[in-house]
T-cell receptor, first 116, second 115 residues
Framework: AQTVTQSQPEMSVQEAETVTLSCTYDTSESDYYLFWYKQPPSRQMILVIRQEAYKQQNATENRFSVNFQKAAKSFSLKISDSQLGDAAMYFCAYRSEETSGSRLTFGEGTQLTVNP | KAGVTQTPRYLIKTRGQQVTLSCSPISGHRSVSWYQQTPGQGLQFLFEYFSETQRNKGNFPGRFSGRQFSNSRSEMNVSTLELGDSALYLC??????????????FGNGTRLTVT
């Protein structure tokens, strides 16, 4: 079974600064996707970024980028120029592409605080 | 396009009762998944439906069940409620036919409190 671990329960960053959230995972599969979702107080999970395991190039979405280290099974999220609206719970998630379905395995989450 | 809609947003039930939660996916999405979120256990997968068939099931007791209708709307039912069933229940839909990596789109959840 796959597992996802986020070792930082809480992180804080100053507005306009950069912060990196860590995620490690364990799998014996080679074909999978990794995702970062954010969950603000509104409770809705919002997709931040996704990475296909077969792609070596790190995904980037505006101020959000990942550092995907497949051999180390590490998938960190970097948020540049942090904004107050980035404050949320962030979840790392794994999805197998070797089994049918859209099942996600989530990490424990990291609560990000952005200080003005 | 309207997002994933979950109703109701809040529910308070008594131990031993049963409850039904509803989820309307994004138009055109045929895959609907359900997750339970609690402070202690985090986010756990309940089940997934695709074209009215259960495609995947998580490790939950049989008291948790679900179904999907021909219009892709889904319901989940919890019978004989226990205090530990208090949680945020999240529904997500995806355009499975989009292929690899098609993301899940989540609703705002239903907060269930069992007293």
């Amino acid at each position: 079974a796959q597992t996802v671990t986020q070792s930082q329960p809480e992180m804080s960053v100053q507005e306009a600064e950069t912060v990196t959230l860590s995620c490690t995972y364990d799998t014996s599969e080679s074909d999978y996707y990794l995702f970062w979702y954010k969950q603000p107080p509104s409770r809705q999970m919002i997709l931040v970024i996704r990475q296909e395991a077969y792609k070596q190039q790190n995904a980037t979405e505006n101020r959000f980028s990942v550092n995907f280290q497949k051999a180390a099974k590490s998938f960190s999220l970097k948020i540049s120029d942090s904004q107050l609206g980035d404050a949320a719970m962030y979840f790392c998630a794994y999805r197998s592409e070797e089994t049918s379905g859209s099942r996600l395995t989530f990490g424990e989450g990291t609560q990000l605080t952005v200080n003005p | 396009k309207a997002g994933v809609t979950q109703t109701p947003r809040y529910l308070i039930k008594t131990r031993g009762q049963q409850v039904t939660l509803s989820c309307s996916p994004i138009s055109g999405h045929r895959s609907v998944s359900w997750y339970q979120q609690t402070p202690g256990q985090g986010l756990q997968f309940l089940f997934e439906y695709f074209s009215e068939t259960q495609r995947n099931k998580g490790n939950f007791p049989g008291r948790f069940s679900g179904r999907q209708f021909s219009n892709s709307r889904s319901e989940m039912n919890v019978s004989t409620l226990e205090l530990g069933d208090s949680a945020l229940y999240l529904c997500a839909s995806s355009l499975a036919e989009q292929g690899r990596g098609s993301p899940l789109h989540f609703g705002n959840g239903t907060r269930l409190t069992v007293t």
